[in-house]
T-cell receptor, first 110, second 112 residues
Framework: NAGVTQTPKFQVLKTGQSMTLQCAQD?????MYWYRQDPGMGLRLIYY???????DKGEVPNGYNVSRLNKREFSLRLESAAPSQTSVYFC?????????FGPGTRLTVL | RKEVEQDPGPFNVPEGATVAFNCTYS??????FFWYRQDCRKEPKLLMS???SGNEDGRFTAQLNRASQYISLLIRDSKLSDSATYLC?????????????FGQGTTLQVKP
């Protein structure tokens, strides 16, 4: 049981490049979430998916898109990366009231 | 005003000490409260949920004061392994979306 997995672990992009962050969970959870964490700030919700086939914006959705591919997978896409998107990105899934996090992706945009 | 506020610290304490963290939240409609632990460069992990009557898990005690809208975490007999950042987390809205609001975290350093 791997829990929540994320790929890649590290990524460096140039401004304007695009990429997709992958997330998968094997716990059969309905809800999944994408957060970003910046120094001196708490985790901030980018997008979430309450169930397969639905997605909704969180606190900081601008510059991102998401796809809930199936119950297991929830991807986050940066269409045109900007230096302000340099951050650590965490994916999470939820069981009852508790969220379980993946190991994170450290993204640097130059 | 931030929705969830914590003193970022760091709190530097010797092994064996008792240390307490507080957190305040702004949304009086919040129903779910948690403390998560985050080790350096790792993902957050649930430490404990916080219940209205207060709850204890070994050396850790969590309290909720709804009237004053604050949550506390008490760690007794601190261990070196308790060194981490402790995140105060509150549910962000009514309903079952599971949206959480995170404080920026309080850093604890336990020294030998």
């Amino acid at each position: 049981n791997a829990g929540v997995t994320q790929t890649p672990k590290f990524q460096v992009l140039k401004t304007g490049q695009s990429m997709t962050l992958q997330c998968a969970q094997d716990m059969n959870h309905n809800s999944m979430y994408w957060y970003r964490q910046d120094p001196g700030m708490g985790l901030r919700l980018i997008y979430y998916s309450a169930s397969e086939g639905t997605t909704d914006k969180g606190e900081v959705p601008n510059g991102y898109n998401v796809s809930r591919l199936n119950k297991r997978e929830f991807s986050l896409r940066l269409e045109s990366a900007a230096p302000s998107q340099t951050s650590v990105y965490f994916c999470a899934s939820r069981q009852d009231r508790v969220q379980f996090f993946g190991p994170g992706t450290r993204l640097t945009v130059l | 005003r931030k929705e969830v506020e914590q003193d970022p610290g760091p709190f530097n304490v010797p092994e064996g000490a008792t240390v307490a963290f507080n957190c305040t939240y702004s949304n009086s409609a919040s129903q779910s409260f948690f403390w998560y632990r985050q080790d350096c460069r790792k993902e957050p992990k649930l430490l404990m949920s916080v219940y209205s009557s207060g709850n204890e898990d070994g050396r850790f005690t969590a309290q909720l004061n709804r009237a004053s809208q604050y949550i506390s975490l008490l760690i007794r007999d601190s261990k070196l392994s308790d060194s981490a950042t402790y995140l105060c987390v509150v549910n962000g809205e009514a309903g079952n979306t599971g949206k959480l609001i995170f404080g920026q975290g309080t850093t604890l350093q336990v020294k030998p």
